[in-house]
């Protein structure tokens, strides 16, 4: 019931997750969404992975193949248990101070390392942190351009976004000291 979601003031969220069992309707409900609530960031879950260009074309911010990612974790359990153990680790929830998660926060006009290169944000970031910096993602005219495993030439500046893995001690400290909550709103 598209009226309904005024009710629950739709416009104000972040982001707005669509999960139906069949591709079609949340193709079919994503369109009309769109057509009643322009704007909307939209992330939704799909069965048929071939489909995902389809929605990236109807407007969805995020389309997300369910096979895709489990025939990916099937292979590392095949060919690399370890691998697999880890993905599934970081992929749950943390819980606790010893348990680690990829994070993502904005850097602020005030964040100490701002004009940083990200290789040594990264030495840093062990150091001080015992976190690992994963990517960075540059606002980039009118999207996001995330850069995984940036170096030396990459330079971390306000607006973007730092991808870490960190576990909860680390994560209370960055935003401490990057005075900002993890996540991206």
Known sequence: HLEALSKVNIRSAAKVFINFENDTDTLVYTLNLKNKFPGLNIIVSLNNSSLKGTF??????YAVSRDQILSKLVASYI????VAAITEDIMSTATGDDDYDIQEFFITDDNPFINENCLTTFVEMKNKYDS????ISKFDKTKTKLITNPGENIMIMP?????????????????????VKEGRL
């Open 132 to 135: 690992i910096l994963l990517a």
């Open 56 to 61: 990236e074309a109807a407007g969805v911010t």
């Open 79 to 82: 060919f690399e248990p370890d």
């Open 159 to 179: 607006q973007d976004y730092l991808v870490i893995l960190t576990n909860g001690t680390g994560k209370n400290k960055i935003q401490k000291d990057f005075q």
